[in-house]
């Protein structure tokens, strides 16, 4: 049975996973950098670098050994190709070329959002092809019909910052430790004022693109005309929070109506707002339709995703001529090229 070691390094979460294709995934390992970035409010790139090249090797070797398997047992490695932070891509890469070279493997080199989008076929209830996915993560927000492996067509996506990028700055603003999006969410669950409300940005146009720098800059300026309290902040955080996810929903429905789509997966690290997957359920019921979740331990930055779409990508090309191509998944050579920013339609 093929078995696949996954990498992902491409922010600050240095995670390696192994899937087995009867078992699944075998062994999951992450290390997050939470409390290393935590004092400066945000990522700091260098630093979040220095560390995946400390914890990477410990954790592979954590990972074979929660698995019960050495490298003898692996048919290919894959890794985290882009986007996502240079320093950090290069980490991943480097690691995963040098141990495909010394034991002699293919290496895949992975879209890092395709890793998200097909995170909930990790799932034992999961979506077929052809279905419609919602990426809403700290770094992007998009709309994706994905007809199959390899085939997506984005159709919408954000034109400023991401869903997530708009929750961790509004909870920075409200002085909220980091990061501030999961905080924000379970603080809004206090909130009680039903008649504060916020824009649903970019809802009165047609279209499916997302912009959320406005209502962060909305948020901003209610939290300064607030009296500071808590129960204030609490209000404000969900007004902010019901504006996100209905703008969400409303895009979704447009989506669904123009792709005739049953099934609606949710991926990214958003994807574990409560409010969004209560929203979005209610949505695809009325359509007669499915909505599909990866596990919350999935929802955010993982190796398993990675391991899973390298497994994907080499059964696709098992069997077949292996050609070196820029950018490609498979590469021949274990030259190391990464993509800071990488769009999907040039990926695939």
């Known amino acids: 049975m093929t078995k696949i070691l996954g990498i992902e390094t491409s922010c600050d979460e240095t995670a390696i996973a192994i899937y087995d294709e009867q078992k699944g995934i075998i062994a999951h390992q992450l290390y997050s950098q939470i409390a290393l970035h935590g004092e400066y409010g945000g990522v700091v790139p260098e630093l979040a670098s220095r560390d995946h ?25 894959a890794y985290t190709q882009g986007p996502g932070l240079i320093g950090a891509l290069l980490v991943g890469a480097t690691t995963g070329q040098s141990l495909a070279f010394a034991w002699k493997l293919p290496s895949i080199g992975i879209h890092h959002l395709e890793g998200h989008l097909l995170a909930p076929m990790l799932e034992e209830r999961k979506p077929t092809y052809p279905f419609l996915a919602l990426l809403v993560s700290g770094g992007h ?18 034109i400023d910052d991401a869903a997530g990028e708009a929750f961790d700055k509004t909870a ?28 649903r940005p970019m809802t009165d146009r047609p279209g499916l693109d997302f912009s959320f720098s406005g209502l962060k800059t909305f948020a901003a300026n ?127």
Not at 53 to 77: C, N, Y
Not at 181 to 195: F, M, R, S, V
Not at 288 to 299: D, M
């Open 53 to 77: 090249v400390r914890k990477i090797i410990p954790l592979v070797d954590a990972a074979f050994k929660q698995a019960g398997m050495s490298h003898e047992d692996l048919d290919a490695i």
């Open 141 to 158: 927000t998009m709309l994706v019909d994905v007809k199959e492996l390899g085939d997506y067509d984005i159709i919408g996506e954000s």
């Open 172 to 199: 920075k603003i409200m002085g909220l430790d980091y990061p501030g999006g999961p905080i924000l969410a379970k603080l809004a669950e206090k909130g009680t004022n039903e008649t504060l409300r916020f824009p």
């Open 222 to 348: 209610k939290i300064t005309a607030s009296d500071g309290s808590e129960q204030s902040k609490a209000d404000i955080a969900k007004a902010f929070q019901d504006a996100v996810v209905d703008t969400l929903a409303i895009k979704c429905k447009r989506a669904i109506q123009q792709t005739c789509r049953k099934s609606l997966v949710v991926a990214g690290g958003v994807s574990a707002n409560l409010a969004l997957r209560q929203k979005l359920a209610e949505l695809m019921k009325s359509f007669n339709g499915e909505v599909f979740y990866p596990r919350h331990e999935y929802c955010t930055d993982n190796g398993a995703m990675i391991a899973y779409a390298g497994y994907c990508h080499f059964k696709q090309q098992e069997g077949k001529k292996k050609t070196r191509q820029s950018g490609s998944h498979w590469l021949e050579s274990y030259s190391i090229k990464v993509h800071p920013r990488w769009p999907m339609s040039e990926a695939f």
